[in-house]
């Protein structure tokens, strides 16, 4: 039976960095997928970069802040190997809010010159130094750049546990095989959780989408009710919700003419914009909303995930910090804020 030196269970964008970025460093990885690669929550996403807002914790600023600085790279790595076009943008977000709010700290930009489509906005606007980047082509050229660089990819295959033998990690058991290796790093999102013998309190949080076909826009567009990303090809992608509601994807029709209707207050235009779907994903929640990153209990097994919200973000680096972690170099960051640790019963 082949062995591996690394197993990484969970083929999204997480996992497929971190794979890339442990065999440039000459490790045979397996990725293991319980699904198609990429099509849970790195599929759902917005792409939004978003580092310089309010909403990213504050222990968690400096990681954002690292990672969105290595993107460009990081996207050139990858459409170098793959061939493709991952549509990152740098035109940045506009953050509206009303006149009345007290949290515009910053000098309101003239909005009308940025987006004419906005010309009759009410809101006062902050422009931010943003990125954003299509995830659904991201994580299609990090799978193909994955291939390339010699990874292994089991799709549909899902883990039911980690093996142990001596104390410390062997392999990891599928429903219908096993794979071996001395080192797993579960990677598996909203589902990392659900693989024994360690219990990690990952929870799915559902949030709807919509998308429509409307060349208006250049920035991301971020309103107090709803936010809006452009995507280089005409389309602007309309969220987002908040939802414990369990490993639920569905959509629900109240709740996404809710959000098209934000939409339009913010923009009247898009009122007559063709809808071209509508969809849900699960991102991977922990209790204290950030992600848990490091070593486990069981020598050999590590995890990467609970990024929230912010998994595209995180994703470079993420696969560079726990790259080094496993390959036991000297790790960038004190990462013990993030150690899965502090989950541990006592």
């Given at each position: 039976?082949?062995?591996?030196?690394?197993?990484?269970?969970?083929?999204?964008?997480?996992?497929?960095?971190?794979?890339?970025?442990?065999?440039?460093?000459?490790?045979?990885?397996?990725?293991?997928?319980?699904?198609?690669?990429?099509?849970?929550?790195?599929?759902?996403?917005?792409?939004?970069?978003a580092?310089?807002?309010?909403?990213?914790?504050?222990?968690l600023?400096?990681?954002?802040?690292?990672?969105?600085r290595m993107?460009?790279?990081?996207?050139e790595?990858?459409?170098?190997?793959?061939?493709?076009?991952?549509?990152?943008?740098?035109?940045?977000?506009?953050?509206?809010?009303?006149?009345?709010?007290?949290?515009?700290?910053?000098?309101?930009?003239?909005?009308?010159?940025?987006?004419?489509?906005?010309?009759?906005?009410?809101?006062?606007?902050?422009?931010?130094?943003?990125?954003?980047?299509?995830?659904?082509?991201?994580?299609?050229?990090?799978?193909?750049?994955?291939?390339?660089?010699?990874?292994?990819?089991?799709?549909?295959?899902?883990?039911?546990?980690?093996?142990?033998?001596?104390?410390?990690?062997?392999?990891?058991?599928?429903?219908?095989?096993?794979?071996s290796?001395?080192?797993?790093?579960?990677?598996?999102?909203?589902?990392?959780?659900?693989?024994?013998?360690?219990?990690?309190?990952?929870?799915?949080v559902?949030?709807?989408?919509?998308?429509?076909?409307?060349?208006?826009?250049?920035?991301?567009?971020?309103?107090?009710?709803?936010?809006?990303?452009?995507?280089?090809?005409?389309?602007?992608l309309?969220?987002?919700?908040?939802?414990?509601?369990?490993?639920?994807?569905?959509?629900?029709?109240?709740?996404?003419?809710?959000?098209?209707?934000?939409?339009?207050?913010?923009?009247?235009?898009?009122?007559?914009?063709?809808?071209l779907?509508?969809?849900?994903?699960?991102?991977?929640?922990?209790?204290?909303?950030?992600?848990m990153?490091?070593?486990?209990?069981?020598?050999?097994?590590?995890?990467?995930?609970?990024?929230?919200?912010?998994?595209i973000?995180?994703?470079?680096?993420?696969?560079?910090?726990?790259?080094?972690?496993?390959?036991?170099?000297?790790?960038?960051?004190?990462?013990?804020?993030?150690?899965?640790?502090?989950?541990?019963?006592?």
């Amino acid at each position: 039976m082949k062995k591996w030196d690394v197993i990484i269970i969970g083929g999204g964008i997480i996992g497929l960095s971190l794979a890339i970025e442990l065999r440039k460093r000459g490790a045979q990885v397996l990725v293991v997928e319980r699904g198609e690669p990429g099509r849970e929550a790195s599929h759902a996403a917005a792409g939004m970069i978003a580092d310089c807002g309010d909403e990213t914790p504050a222990i968690l600023q400096p990681l954002a802040t690292a990672s969105a600085r290595m993107y460009p790279e990081f996207v050139e790595e990858l459409q170098d190997a793959s061939g493709m076009n991952v549509d990152l943008r740098g035109q940045g977000t506009l953050l509206l809010t009303s006149p009345e709010s007290r949290s515009l700290t910053r000098n309101p930009v003239p909005l009308k010159e940025l987006e004419p489509a906005l010309s009759n906005c009410q809101y006062l606007a902050v422009y931010l130094k943003e990125r954003s980047v299509d995830p659904r082509a991201l994580v299609s050229a990090a799978l193909k750049a994955a291939k390339h660089r010699g990874v292994d990819i089991s799709s549909g295959a899902r883990i039911r546990e980690v093996l142990e033998s001596d104390g410390r990690v062997t392999g990891v058991a599928s429903d219908k095989t096993s794979y071996s290796a001395p080192i797993v790093v579960n990677c598996a999102g909203a589902w990392a959780g659900q693989i024994p013998p360690l219990h990690f309190p990952a929870r799915p949080v559902k949030g709807q989408m919509l998308a429509v076909v409307a060349r208006l826009l250049q920035h991301v567009i971020r309103a107090p009710e709803v936010y809006l990303v452009p995507r280089s090809d005409g389309r602007v992608l309309i969220g987002s919700t908040l939802e414990d509601a369990g490993y639920d994807k569905r959509t629900d029709p109240n709740t996404i003419q809710r959000m098209h209707k934000a939409a339009i207050k913010v923009i009247p235009a898009l009122e007559g914009a063709r809808i071209l779907g509508d969809w849900a994903g699960l991102r991977p929640g922990t209790p204290d909303d950030l992600p848990m990153l490091g070593a486990t209990s069981i020598p050999g097994y590590f995890v990467a995930t609970g990024h929230y919200r912010d998994g595209i973000m995180l994703a470079p680096i993420t696969a560079r910090l726990m790259a080094q972690v496993i390959t036991g170099e000297k790790c960038d960051w004190d990462l013990s804020a993030f150690s899965p640790s502090r989950f541990a019963k006592h």
